[in-house]
């Protein structure tokens, strides 16, 4: 059993920056692949970024790629989302979730374990 604990969310003008940590408890961290999610009022989750168990290995949306980061430190059982030059169009709730295999998937329905979620709102 892995639980997730994110935090870092808030409310942010355009173009500014927030970051989001993702805290697992379990000894078994390094073996799963993170990923971030979102959603907002009214549209389904959608992926965000991913990171396998190596660390060189992640992925993320297009709506995302060059303006967020993800990172993982296993040492402290933690994945954090860089977020920069936030736009309004990313407010949302922003969950992270681990996965088994080793390398991260876009699909939502492949993670076994879900955060609660952190409120993300970008202010035009």
């Known amino acids: 059993q892995v639980q997730l604990v994110e935090s870092g969310g808030g409310l942010v003008q355009a173009g500014g920056s927030l970051r989001l940590s993702c805290v697992a408890s379990?000894?078994?961290?390094?073996?799963?692949?993170m990923g971030w999610f979102r959603q907002a009022p009214g549209k389904e989750r959608e992926f965000v970024a991913g990171i396998g168990w190596r660390i060189d290995y992640t992925n993320y949306a297009d709506a995302v790629q060059g303006r967020f980061t993800i990172t993982r430190d296993n040492a402290k059982n933690t994945v954090y989302l860089q977020m920069n030059s936030l736009k309004p169009e990313d407010t949302a709730n922003y969950y992270c979730?681990?996965?088994?295999?080793?390398?991260?998937?876009?699909?939502?329905?492949?993670?076994?374990?879900w955060g609660q979620g952190t409120q993300v709102t970008v202010s035009s």
């Open positions: 979730a681990a996965d088994r295999n080793p390398a991260p998937t876009e699909r939502a329905h492949d993670y076994d374990y």
């Open positions: 379990g000894r078994t961290f390094s073996t799963y692949s």
